[in-house]
């Protein structure tokens, strides 16, 4: 079994500030990892994914995650927001079950960026 | 190379109907997946359909059904409609069933 806890629904920023999304996952297998960005009325757009290479993951946009395994923790941190960071940030997570891996999704933090 | 389409975009129907979402996975994908993803929550997986057999399932009622096709295009089909089956329902298709999926722009169904 596998589950994802976003802390927090609504994050809020100046632009230029430090983003950080933050991201709990539990499951009873080695995990995949994976941020996913949502723009009003979009689908869902890969952001960074961990699949047990390097802890210190670097995605697209500027954003990177690092997994710890002692805390089970899968933050997502930017060092400057921009205002066209704005949208909703989905952290799930996977694990090979029977040779698919289907993630599971938090249920979101809404970033908001501040002029 | 064409990115995941779904058809249509919006769709209003009426409790206890029945609806048809379609699917155009990524060329060269054999595996597609359905989710639902009501207001404010995150993406639920509905099943996942790789090389036109299911390979997984969530927690969803036997109402929901789904096909994929010969090209790996997919159908999802709801019947008996609730006014909680509505719902932004995401298609996502990927080259194998353990590598990153792409995702659709959804269908926005609204039961009334």
């Known amino acids: 079994a596998q589950s994802v806890t976003q802390l927090g629904s609504h994050v809020s920023v100046s632009e230029g500030a430090l983003v950080l999304l933050r991201c709990n996952y539990s499951?009873?297998?080695?995990?995949?990892l994976f941020w996913y960005v949502q723009y009003p009325n979009q689908g869902l757009q890969l952001l960074l994914k961990?699949?047990?290479?390097?802890?210190l993951v670097k995605g697209i946009n500027g954003f990177e995650a690092e997994f710890k395994k002692s805390e089970t923790s899968f933050h997502l941190t930017k060092p400057s927001a921009h205002m066209s960071d704005a949208a909703e940030y989905f952290c799930?997570?996977?694990?090979?079950?029977?040779?698919?891996?289907?993630?599971?999704f938090g249920r979101g933090t809404s970033l908001i960026v501040h002029p | 190379e064409t990115g995941v389409t779904q058809s249509p975009t919006h769709l209003i129907k009426t409790r206890g109907q029945q609806v048809t979402l379609r699917c155009s996975s990524q060329?060269?994908?054999?595996?597609v997946s359905w989710y639902q993803q009501a207001l404010g929550q995150g993406p639920q997986f509905i099943f996942q359909?790789?090389?036109?057999?299911?390979?997984g399932r969530g927690n969803f009622p036997p109402r929901f059904s789904g096909l994929q096709f010969p090209n790996y295009s997919s159908e999802l089909n709801v019947n008996a409609l609730e006014l909680d089956d509505s719902a932004l329902y995401l298609c996502?298709?990927?080259?194998?069933?353990?590598?990153?999926?792409?995702f659709g722009q959804g269908t926005r169904l609204t039961v009334v």
């Open positions: 996502a298709s990927s080259a194998d069933t353990n590598t990153e999926a792409f």
């Open positions: 499951s009873s297998v080695p995990p995949y």
């Open positions: 961990y699949t047990s290479a390097a802890t």
């Open positions: 799930a997570v996977s694990a090979a079950s029977g040779g698919s891996y289907i993630p599971t």
């Open positions: 060329s060269g994908h054999n595996t």
């Open positions: 359909y790789y090389r036109e057999e299911e390979n």
